[in-house]
């Protein structure tokens, strides 16, 4: 039987290992998980998602699609890889990128946004979220508190459980979710870097997040999200297209 101790020195240990530096966001990050182990668990839920839902067969809108994405994929140096793109047949606005080179647009997003610069903007927040490794990062450090968090719980008996389940909570809360918003922040950054690229027009990255705040109807205090509060991406995008000089 591992020790809690012994938990905890490997799980200090996987820390110092697993710390590669991304030249894209200038930062270290923990990286715990493979490349060819995420891109396996993308395309089986790749899979699933076409098996479950349902898939439109709008030539025009999967058109679309395809050449907005297309052009994002190539301004984020990732047209290196085959890229397949479905459009899902949902009222609710989403999109999603998978690392493994899978495009998902649904018919509410297309309803949504008023033309292809802010189709673009969903697209290139997506991709940049695979640019920057965030899936591995974010599985990497789940799994490590995860870790730690199990080794302090076996500690000293009941008072230790219940200590630990306080701050599982205090984890969660105050490094786990707030970590989970700066992608957030970051994929938004990238996101606008490759709208640039590609000739797309960067003001509508703002306008998109405006109208999607606008279509809310409530909100999760930001201390307790995984996203941003709406006024605070809008006024970083708004920054980070001025300090760059964008319109």
Known sequence: MIRPLTLAALAAT?????CAYN??????????????????????????????????????????????????????????????YALFVSESPNAFVLP???????????????NDDQLATVLGHEVGHVVARHAAERYSTTAIT????????????DQARAAGAIGGLGAQLGFLLPFSRNHELEADRLGVDYLQRAG????????????????????TPEFASTHPSDANRIAALEQYIASKGWS
């Open 14 to 18: 996987a820390l110092l290992g697993a």
């Open 23 to 84: 030249e894209t966001l200038g930062r270290n990050q923990l990286l715990i998980i493979d490349d060819s182990a995420l891109t396996q668990q993308a395309d089986a839920a790749w899979a699933e998602t076409l098996r479950t839902q349902r898939v439109s067969s709008d030539a025009a809108a999967n058109a679309r699609i395809r050449r907005v994405g297309d052009r994002i994929v190539q301004a984020a140096g990732l047209s290196d890889r085959r890229w397949d």
């Open 146 to 157: 995860g870790t730690v968090l199990r080794a302090g719980q076996s500690l000293a008996g």
């Open 200 to 219: 797309f027009r960067t003001s509508e990255a703002v306008a998109l997040w405006r109208l999607m705040a606008a279509q809310r109807q409530g909100s």
């Open 100 to 114: 493994s080179g899978k495009i998902g647009v649904t018919t509410g997003l297309l309803a949504l946004v008023r």
